[in-house]
């Protein structure tokens, strides 16, 4: 459903993406790894047209996305939940659920509203209230239901657990892999391995800029490479 | 006693129809300012252009002869719709040549061609009405209807050139506030200005948004314009310097960025500036008179920026980080 080739991004004279190149499959959960300053986060803006390659290819079922807006590539069925959740603080729960629909022409947005409501009962709870107002929990779990108010075919998700209570981060990943189930195929940047690789299929490992390794997310839990670097020993 | 009151009673409607005024033009400062973060000083001149609108209109009316003939409810709609939409119009095709192309500039750099459309306009207004009419100087024609008083009961007399600024500036307020708060666009609005780059993961064309913005903006200006017209009836280029710097005081008063704070802001100076006006000569047994009441506008706008940069109901515009 993805494909990513030979992306090279820069940060003005940065280069901070060095060829990388890796695919997501239809119904997949696929996780990026690495440690910060590895490139995930661009990678995903990348994807989703917040940054513009200088070199490479992005591909959604065979259409480019490289060089086209942000909004048109969400409009294409990619929702991009980014790093630090980035809701709006001072909208109603229910009307960054609303911003999220905003490209939508067809369809009914209460159902999907409903739908949302359904995997995170707590926004429901709280959908009068000022998003700035929620939990850091309940903003992630706004920030990924605003997305799923797309009705994306590919959800992008970075660091969904951070600076969240594992309890948290464990209801979180739980209905990330509902969501999977429900049809939505999901590209994983995560800084949690651990999490990361337990709930994906496949998962590839960055380091300044370049994928160095890729596999399957269970024999990759037994790769010496990633015990040492990512799941502490 | 009688007389104190109803001066009184005049010098209040005075200052909330400024301010009603002030109010509508501050929209425009502040809804920019929401999603750009910059301060458009060309706005006075989107006010202005309203004002000249309005005055074209009416005098070609006039000098149709169906001024007279046409009921005076239809031209003022008539009137103020245009004086909206051109002014809308004016306020996206600045926004389209001065600002984007230098959207991701230092921030001065925004500011400096905003002053320099301020002056092109005002310039470019007085050439176009100089060929036209051989003047810059234009004063709107008299509607009859308008030039009556509504009395309530024996001491008060509101003009009902008051009352149409007042109704008016009321409908617009509520029309915006329900398209801020109530449709899909104006969530928009209020992502873009809390988040552009995230607005834009949702689907939001921020660009598009930004546009509007003007146009909306740029409306509120507009209509400020014909009624500035209507109610004051001189008008020249030059008209929109003041009570631009006033509704940007306004603005800031308010909390730069914040809605209903513009609207605050431009009712509180509006009645500071009509009370300073009349009674300032009154309790200095006239060593200061009523020119001084621009002084209190200005005062105000200092001291704010000196003790209270985020205004009344200031709020942080946009958020860093988490």
Not at chain 1, 81 to 98: D, H, Q, W
Not at chain 2, 23 to 34: C, F, Q, S
Not at chain 2, 297 to 322: M, T
Request: a neutral charge; glycine letters at 12%.
């Amino acid at each position: 459903m993805l494909e990513v080739q030979d992306l090279h991004v820069y940060y003005d004279a940065i280069h901070a993406l060095k060829g990388i190149s890796f695919s997501v499959a239809r119904g997949e959960i696929v996780t990026l790894l690495g440690a910060n300053g590895a490139g995930k986060t661009t990678t995903l803006k990348t994807v989703s047209g917040l940054l513009r390659p200088r070199r490479g290819s992005v591909g959604l079922a065979g259409q480019a996305l490289e060089g086209l807006e942000p909004h048109e590539i969400v409009r294409l069925g990619v929702a991009h939940v980014p790093e630090g959740r980035k809701i709006f603080p001072r909208l109603t729960v229910l009307e960054n659920l609303k911003t999220g629909a905003y490209s939508r022409r067809s369809g009914s947005i209460g159902e999907d509203m409903d739908h949302v409501f359904v995997l995170f009962p707590r926004l429901k709870e709280r959908s009068r209230q000022m998003a700035g107002t929620l939990s850091g929990g309940e903003q992630q779990m706004l920030a990924i239901g605003r997305g799923l108010m797309a009705r994306p075919k590919l959800l992008l998700l970075d660091e969904p657990s951070m600076g969240l209570a594992p309890i948290v981060v464990e209801q979180i990943f739980e209905t990330i892999q509902s969501i999977n189930r429900e049809g939505v195929t999901i590209l994983l940047v995560e800084q949690n391995a651990a999490i990361a690789l337990a709930v994906s299929h496949r998962g590839y490992v960055l380091e300044t800029g370049c994928t160095i390794l890729e596999g399957r997310s269970a024999d990759l839990i037994h790769n010496d490479l990633v015990r040492q670097a990512y799941l502490g020993g | 006693m009688d007389l104190a009151l109803s001066i009184f009673f005049q010098v209040l409607v005075d200052g909330i129809v400024l301010g009603f005024m002030y109010a509508l033009i501050a929209l425009g400062y502040t809804m920019v300012y929401g999603v750009l973060e910059f301060i458009n000083f060309a706005h006075s001149e989107i006010f202005v252009i309203g004002a000249f609108v309005g005055v074209e209109i009416l005098l070609g009316f006039e000098a149709s002869g169906s001024l007279a003939m046409l009921h005076p409810a239809f031209v003022l709609l008539v009137v103020l719709f245009a004086g909206m939409v051109i002014s809308g119009l004016a306020a996206m095709a600045l926004e389209r040549v001065a600002y984007r192309p230098l959207r991701g500039a230092p921030r001065l750099v925004p500011l400096i061609s905003a002053i320099g459309a301020s002056f092109f306009l005002q310039d470019f207004i007085r050439l176009v009405e100089s060929l036209w009419r051989n003047s810059f100087y234009l004063s709107y024609p008299t509607l009859p209807s308008l030039e009556k008083s509504l009395k309530i009961g024996s001491a008060v007399e509101v003009p009902i050139k008051s009352v149409l600024v007042i109704a008016t500036a009321l409908v617009m307020l509520l029309a915006l506030h329900l398209f801020v708060n109530r449709t899909r666009v104006g969530i928009a609005i209020r992502a873009v200005a809390q988040d552009p780059e995230t607005a834009s993961l949702m689907g939001i064309p921020v660009d598009r948004i930004i546009a509007l913005t003007f146009f909306v903006g740029g409306a509120m200006g507009g209509v400020a314009g014909v009624l500035f017209g209507l109610h004051y009836s001189l008008i020249n280029p030059y008209s929109g310097f003041v009570p631009g710097l006033k509704a940007f005081t306004a603005a800031v008063l308010g909390g730069i960025g914040n809605i209903p704070g513009a609207v605050l802001g431009g009712i509180v100076l509006g009645l500071v500036e009509a009370f300073a006006a009349s009674y300032l000569s009154i309790l200095t047994n006239g060593a200061f008179g009523a020119e001084y009441k621009d002084v209190f506008a200005f005062a105000i706008l200092i001291l704010i920026l000196i003790f209270r940069p985020k205004g009344l109901l200031g709020e942080k515009v946009r958020e860093e980080g988490v």
